[in-house]
């Protein structure tokens, strides 16, 4: 018995590794007008934004294309010492969970905003994969506004995915646990009895984007990998892939692999909804974090959520059914008109496509397996199959669509994009990637009404296609045109961090909706300073609290004395310009922290404990004026008990101390 699972598994490896096998053709790809199709003049815009997600990074970058101008990377779950991003006072709440302060995540996938069934412009939405947290990005300021940590989860991978108009957007749990209100300290080998999935559908407040756990099925303990909304005459319907229904709890690669199909699990969301309102659900307590950032106070608050309604998918008969896929599904994809749900087994030699109408006759007739799974009923493949693409490439993960009746998938095996048509199932074309694709990615492409003209492959592995940089080689995004027959291969750029999923939206959505400036008569920051009279140091106990204020060209304060060791100290510093693109930034020497860059209007707070005595420079980090060298000052660190009074001041002007509020 265990030879044979071994063979198997080694089967399975040998099938990976040839991963790194070239594809033919490599070198002679991209043809002479490429370069036109790419090419964006100095001072022209690109024709799209593209949000790419950064995997272990954690951040979420943003492109243009067709140039593949790198435009800005997003900090969202990982802290970024260059925007202080979890450094400042303000932004630590952003990164609190349950767990503490969590200041990395693996982000993998990137859903927009949607109103009827087509990205608005309005947030980005994206998974934490570690810890399971999903986030909102909101697009007028291209920050991060919103995490919210799941319970009952472990790995958020299959998420963030949303409904049509954004009424939910789910998180299904990679791993399947113990759920967070049971003794979890059980043997691993229990997984069958203790281990549970769950899928949390969140709910978006139409208005202002918040995001809040509607409520959570609770599923058999499997693995859950993708999935996707319904669209049209399934938008009622959430589609998602599953692996390991072998439930097994080591050695995965050949223990997951046994069944020659698992599962695409089909959940009517809207009964689920139903069951919910009508008080079917059970509430449950856990404890999650639940951080937002308020662009008025500049400040994040993080507040810890303690229920949760949880519907046993076990106890409704007509809420979720299982339809059997070849073979450990990776990427579950719907098609524009929303009738063809393609499930793509990493381990299948096909690829199977499944029919929304056929689903739903399937279980008016109950066309099921004799057998159910753990108590939910089983379609049979045949009912539920449009049809299969044979030999479609090897190691199928994606798909995307062009709105012109053709898919494209990624075959991270073989090493292609394969362009196919959907309704005869044909392939019509096929292109190597360079090399091992991943996700791939088309402007819409997962949407109602996909915008088309270009293909994205997002691939693992670069060996000899850049210069190399020691053991570690960047991952790399290659640009497709796809506007005629066949695909052409016009760019290819090295990305941040490790790229899976993506989305791009045109340019004009998002373009004019951007914030310039926060009002800084509307700052209501606690330790805002709204001009230079008002700036003040002030002592309290251990404390010592600097009210700066920063304008092109100087600090106000910027010479302050009467620190001593053992204080904390607090710089609030405050941006006064109110014009576009003047950010200050702020650095202390030895401060054991990041920077801060402050936008025009807004106030932001560094924490500093002083390590010895001297004289400490702080300085502005950001070239925002000819005389930006000059953009400095000094701070005295005198003894533990000094009579050295607080003082400040500047051009010699000195002012008194305000009274020491002890
Ligand atoms: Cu295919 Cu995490 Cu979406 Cu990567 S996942 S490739
Ligand atoms: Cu402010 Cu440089």
């Not at 072998?246 to 223990?255: G, W």
């Not at 044979?390 to 062009?402: I, N, V, W, Y």
Request: proline letters at 6%; a neutral charge.
């Amino acid at each position: 018995m265990i030879t044979k699972k071994i063979t198997a598994g080694v089967l399975i490896m040998s099938v990976f590794f040839a991963a790194s096998c070239k594809p033919k053709g490599v070198g002679n790809a991209v043809s002479a007008d490429a370069a036109s199709k790419v090419y964006v003049a100095p001072g022209k815009y690109d024709e799209f934004y593209n949000f790419v997600s950064g995997g272990f990074s954690g951040q979420l970058s943003v492109y243009g294309l067709p140039s593949g101008r790198l435009l800005r990377v997003i900090p969202v779950f990982s802290v970024d010492p260059e925007k202080g991003w979890g450094f400042s006072e303000e932004t630590k709440p952003m990164l609190n969970t349950s767990h503490g302060f969590v200041p990395w995540d693996d982000l993998h996938h990137v859903e927009m905003s949607m109103t009827d069934g087509s990205a608005d412009g309005k947030w980005v939405f994206v998974n934490g994969n570690n810890t399971p947290r999903l986030a909102r990005v909101d697009l007028k300021t291209f920050r991060t506004a919103e995490i919210l940590e799941l319970p009952n989860s472990a790995g958020n991978h299959s998420s963030p995915f949303s409904t049509e108009n954004s009424e939910y957007i789910v998180a299904g749990t990679r791993f399947s646990v113990p759920p967070d209100d049971v003794n979890g300290d059980v043997p691993i080998s229990s997984y069958k009895e203790n281990f549970k999935g769950h899928i949390s559908f969140v709910s978006v407040d139409k208005a202002n984007g918040e995001m809040k756990v509607a409520f959570q099925l609770k599923t058999p303990g499997v693995n859950f990998d993708l999935s996707h909304a319904g669209k049209g005459k399934s938008r009622d319907w959430f589609f998602f892939s599953t692996y390991n229904t072998e439930q097994a709890n080591t050695l995965l690669e050949v223990n997951a692999s046994q069944r020659d199909k698992d599962f695409i699990m089909a959940v009517n969301w809207k009964k689920a909804e139903e069951y919910v309102k009508a008080g079917k659900g059970k509430k449950q307590a856990v404890k999650y974090a639940h951080n937002k950032y308020d662009d008025i106070t500049h400040t994040a608050k993080s507040e810890m959520e303690n229920e949760v309604t949880v519907l046993d998918i076990t106890e409704f008969p007509d809420l979720v059914y299982f339809i059997p896929c070849p073979k450990s599904p990776h990427g579950c994809d719907v098609d524009p008109t929303g009738e063809y749900i393609v499930g793509s087994g990493k381990l299948a030699a096909l690829l199977p496509v499944f029919s929304f109408d056929k689903i739903q006759k399937a279980i008016a007739d109950k066309a099921f397996e004799p057998e159910k799974y753990s108590g939910i009923p089983v379609i049979k493949y045949e009912a539920a199959l449009y049809g299969e693409v044979q030999k479609p490439g090897l190691g199928p993960l994606h798909t995307e669509f062009d709105g012109n009746g053709n898919a494209y998938t990624s075959f991270f095996v073989s090493s292609e994009i394969v362009k196919w048509n959907i309704k005869d199932l044909k392939v019509l074309d096929r292109q190597p990637t360079y090399y091992s694709v991943g996700h791939l990615m088309i402007p819409g492409g997962d949407s109602k009404k996909p915008f088309g003209k270009y293909l994205v492959a997002y691939n693992k592995i670069t060996k000899d296609r850049y210069l190399p940089t020691g053991p570690e080689l960047s991952q790399s995004a290659q640009l497709f045109d796809i506007s005629g027959d066949k695909m052409q291969l016009i760019l290819d750029y090295p990305t941040i961090g490790e790229p899976h999923y993506a989305q791009a939206v045109p340019a004009a959505l998002i373009r004019d909706k951007q914030l310039k400036i926060f009002d800084i008569n509307a700052n209501k920051n606690p330790y805002v300073t709204k001009g230079e009279a008002e700036s003040k140091v002030v002592r309290k106990g251990n404390q010592v609290h600097v009210y700066l204020t920063a304008v092109r060209s100087h600090f106000a304060p910027d010479n302050i004395e009467g620190v001593q060791m053992g204080d904390e100290v607090f710089f609030h510093v405050t941006n006064l310009e109110q014009d576009w693109d003047v950010p200050h930034g702020f650095g202390v020497k030895g401060a054991a922290n990041g920077e801060l860059l402050v936008m025009p209007g807004e106030t932001l707070t560094l924490k500093w404990i002083p390590d010895r005595t001297g004289i400490f420079p702080i300085y502005c980090t950001d070239f925002c004026s000819a005389l930006h060298q000059e953009m400095s000052g000094y701070v005295r660190v005198s003894p533990k008990g000094s009579n050295v009074p607080i003082s400040y001041s500047l051009g010699n002007k000195d002012k008194p101390a305000a009274p020491a509020a002890r």
